[in-house]
């Protein structure tokens, strides 16, 4: 048996196997990935922790408000002004990650017709009490962070979940037109459904 002349041969760079079911982007950043090249993941930022530890504590503040005044018709003066402090601060942090005034300025001016509408109807013999104006001022700040048609939404739907709820105990018998049913809960349910729609690209 004769030796096997290898003298022509040349080397060939092995290639990584590519899967076959892989999508042809996919491949191509397979092949055009350089040695050295660190781009992945992009990484949490403390903007981004920042943003969540604040959306958790106007998340809990909201609940404690509601089943506040669900149990005695009352939000606390402190709770309240939390909430707002909570507001404020996440509007302060979407400036900052937007690089722009916009979200500070459109909070702050929800913030002040939100109080300003509230205090009219409370001052009009409305079934609205002072926590109830002062709440609309946090959920002014809350909602006006993302555009000026947030806040608009956000008073609807509470005026119409309340509205509703009102009509089903008059229905049922269960009180009158005079019974007092807690509107804070309204206010947070509506605010929370538009904040909610806005990240989620409703």
């Avoid at 604040?54 to 089943?67: G, I, K, N, T």
Wanted: hydrophobic content about 50%.
């Amino acid at each position: 048996m004769g030796d096997l002349d290898l003298s022509g041969c040349r080397a060939r760079r092995l290639r990584p196997p590519v899967e076959a079911s892989d999508p042809p982007r996919r491949i191509d950043r397979i092949r055009r990935r350089r040695p050295g090249d660190t781009r992945g993941p992009r990484r949490v930022t403390p903007l981004a922790i920042a943003t969540i530890v604040v959306v958790a504590a106007c998340a809990a503040l909201s609940v404690a408000l509601a089943a506040v005044d669900i149990a005695t018709h009352r939000l606390p003066n402190r709770l309240v002004l939390g909430l707002t402090g909570a507001a404020a601060s996440l509007a302060v942090l979407s400036a900052i990650e937007q690089a722009s005034m916009g979200p500070i300025a459109g909070a702050a001016g929800a913030g002040v017709v939100l109080f300003v509408v509230y205090y009219l109807l409370h001052r009009g013999g409305r079934a609205l009490g002072g926590g109830d104006v002062k709440l609309a001022a946090a959920i002014g700040l809350l909602t006006g962070t993302h555009d000026w048609v947030a806040p608009l939404v956000a008073t609807a739907l509470a005026f119409f979940c309340g509205g509703l709820v009102a009509v089903v105990v008059i229905a049922a018998r269960r009180g009158d037109r005079h019974t007092r049913i807690p509107f804070g809960p309204f206010m947070l349910l509506g605010a929370w459904a538009v904040v909610g729609g806005v990240w989620a690209g409703i």
